[in-house]
């Protein structure tokens, strides 16, 4: 092979590799922002973090929701869990530090929270962006 062809081919392999590069965006990709809902949850997802709720608790995630390159995520989070009848105006939260993790694919997001410290799992939870949330309170 003439070395003007290997000069050729190396710059049509250069130009490709850089075509490539800048078709991926800049920065990182996230959930959507906006309203997730489905059976038994919701998830109000914003720039900066998501507030999300389930039938016997509800909490913060303070980061946003980051998607690696198979489509998941795993951010903390607080839960405050709810039991059942009426709340005491000085009855305090019980708050649980937790991990939420999710993955989004074709349009439909997956999510758990396992609680740190009793490892209490909520999930796997479906929704969709726009869709309906179904949450059932304790009575």
């Keep these: 092979m003439s070395s003007e062809i290997r000069l050729l081919l190396v710059a049509v392999v250069s130009v490709g590799l850089l075509a490539a590069a800048r078709a991926e965006p800049d920065r990182p990709k996230t959930v959507p922002e906006g309203r997730w809902g489905g059976q038994h949850v919701l998830l109000d997802v914003g720039k900066e973090g998501a507030r999300v709720e389930f039938d016997t608790a509800h909490g913060t995630i303070g980061e946003p929701l980051v998607l690696d390159e198979k489509g998941r995520f795993d951010v903390p989070g607080k839960l405050v869990l709810e039991r059942p009848g009426p709340v005491r105006i000085d009855e305090e939260e019980r708050v649980e530090e937790a991990r939420v993790e999710g993955s989004l694919r074709d349009g439909t997001l997956t999510i758990r929270a396992t609680l740190q410290k009793s490892r209490r799992v ?15 309170k304790m009575q």
């Design 122 to 136: 909520y999930g796997d939870f479906t929704a969709t962006l726009g869709g309906t949330p179904r949450i059932f």
